[in-house]
DNA sequence: CAACGTTCTGTAAGCGCTTACAAGGAGGTG
DNA sequence: CACCTCCTTGTAAGCGCTTACAGAACGTTG
């Protein structure tokens, strides 16, 4: 019956298997998908045609009929470290669970994804999760009164939701902890709070310590989150003769970058400066002295922010509750503490 | 004209678009596209009307019209370590830059990917990469039939085309390395070769090696990629009262843990034992001594993959060598070398 | 045996976009 | 002024799949 002559010699169609089941499409259809009663016989018959057509069906031709694309979009930057890795895992499995595929979108080396490409990725899925700072607000308002969009590790933005990993008091307990528990006096911040919303809650929470003990607030000594950015930042201090007696990290690539620097220099840690880091990287166990540093449950926030966006995309709003996931100090002996035991345990 | 009423008070269409442009929606198309000639005058007018109207296309008609997906596939195991993150930097940056989006399939930890969520991938888009060993033969021949298919460092699998980083020569090399400038005699290898195609390719070289001197090869000791399979393997040498003066590992992660375990037992690296890893990780050029370990160029290596997918999609199929691509060792102490400088030098 | 209830299957109307083709308009030329 | 050409625009036919609706087939039951 229909006539859908195949122009191209292109693959077999939903069309061509009803041809050779001797079926409707409605009925391949339904045995494809499952749904609606198909005798035995008929499935059969179906089955069989599909695998002797090899037929593979064509997914967007679903997804304009059911309007939806089964698929969740994610934006982040750089894939460095073990951060975004994990924070994609986390999503991918979430989204895996609900049949959902994730296409991925990494802005270009430190800076942010084109609208253009922004543009297109919303086009080609049902919700979008971006990371804090790689997408600009105006597009992010734009896309977010069309589809489900959610900001992780972000700064609060009106209108967007956001999830995210605890920063601000952890960053107060590290600091804490270095004036208190050994006595540092001179601390400083290594990372630039304008460069993403998280970096900025962890200076915040070192300016508030230091504010309540009324200690002057040194200026951050700005850069990125690479190890280049670390060994600069211990260039700086050292021709500064060393004004700082505490040095918290925004990142662990940072730390340990300084650290070692520092150490080339003859300046010892912890005795001389105390070092922190943030994201508890494996080399963070590796090194001497292990890198006193912050964990996060990147993975489950991950997986959270999926399903979060799948909630919204099938409008089964749940509870909205629990948005911002703790984090855990790990202290190790960059900060001055003994050495706990060997790294042996499982990782992560 | 088009009575194409929203039975869903849903967003705008190309045909709300042209209503409000008061033009044709061919016309809609074309602005949107940049393709055919349109006055300047309608264009401002449809411009004008997708603003008004927040109009966002529904990527899956265009994907139906135009029979393309304009989409890449990538299958990857889980995003542990550098390796999986670099390589699929660099396989959405290219696939950007042919403005293809990419999605991404993890396989469930350490396992393959089911065949159902497979073809369903394949479903979405024009063609797929898949890593070594994370799909099963049949899969993967089922679909190669269909749509534009490659392995990544995976095993040569007739019908299937294979991209891969070397591994054979440089494993030969490390292994000579340790055997002549250090005078090892009793090397064995740590990995499993049946875990994944470039481990064994890594071990065929070990062997390789081996057997031209005409030392017996011992059994590998086999386990995971994971740092708590490295401590395991310590534990299996010391238990068997270390019979090995040299480790060859199938990867940085096995051999940071070895080398921090036996440490632990009293066993010094390189003084004992020489280490020598794979991969580069960040923490190879941190903990002292430095290991010695191969680097890969896999950026490259993905957005080769990239870009030779779409080549095969868009049948401009260009010459298709450099398949292979070369990897450096990188000499530091675990082998018994002197330490190089700091590892101040910028990162990747 | 007729009436009725279940299953199973087919018909057909979209889903939103692209594009071949045709038609309408605006100049240009002899 | 008739005719031809080029530029713009509209018409309409799909792309391959889902699904509401209706009809067919097949027992069951009174």
Redesign the pocket.
């Known amino acids: ?2 006539t ?5 010699p ?9 041809d050779a089941a ?9 045995v ?2 499952g ?9 059969t018959k179906v089955l069989d045609a599909i695998e002797r057509l090899d ?13 939806q694309h089964e698929a969740l979009g994610l934006v982040l930057p750089e894939l460095s470290g073990p951060y975004f890795s994990e924070l994609l895992m986390g999503f991918e499995e979430a989204a895996a669970e609900h049949r959902l595929s994730v296409v991925l979108s990494l802005a270009e080396h430190g800076g942010t994804l084109d609208a253009d490409r922004f543009a297109r990725l919303a ?1 080609t899925v049902d919700g979008i999760a971006v990371l804090g700072g790689v997408v600009d607000d105006g597009a992010l308002r734009r896309i977010a009164r069309q589809k489900p969009l959610l900001v992780v590790a972000g700064a609060e933005t009106p209108g967007v939701d956001r999830l995210a990993a605890e920063n601000t008091t952890s960053s107060a307990a590290l600091t804490a902890h270095l004036l208190d528990a050994h006595g540092r006096t001179r601390p400083v911040f290594v990372g630039d709070p304008d460069i993403a919303p998280d970096v900025r809650q962890r200076f915040e929470g070192f300016r508030g310590v230091l504010q309540e003990r009324g200690i002057a607030v040194p200026d951050p000594l700005r850069g990125g989150l690479r190890e280049a950015d670390g060994v600069r930042a211990a260039e700086r201090l050292l021709a500064d003769g060393m004004p700082a007696d505490a040095v918290v990290c925004a990142n662990d690539e940072i730390a340990l970058a300084l650290t070692t620097r520092l150490a080339g220099a003859g300046v010892g840690v912890p005795a001389d400066v105390a070092v922190t880091g943030w994201d508890d990287v494996m080399a963070a166990r590796y090194v001497r002295p292990g890198l006193t540093t912050v964990r996060q449950p990147v993975r489950e926030l991950g997986g959270l922010v999926a399903r979060r966006l799948h909630e919204r995309v099938t409008g089964a709003t749940g509870p909205q509750d629990e948005s911002v996931l703790a984090t855990r100090v790990v202290i190790r002996g960059s900060c001055g503490c003994p050495e706990p035991g060997h790294p042996d345990q499982r990782a992560t």
């Open positions: 019956m229909a859908h002559a195949a122009r191209t292109a693959g077999a169609t939903i069309y061509s298997v009803a001797g079926v409707s499409i409605a009925t391949v259809s339904r494809i998908q749904t609606g009663a198909v005798s035995e016989r008929t499935r037929y593979m069906p064509t997914a967007a031709a679903r997804s304009l009929a059911v309007r086009a």
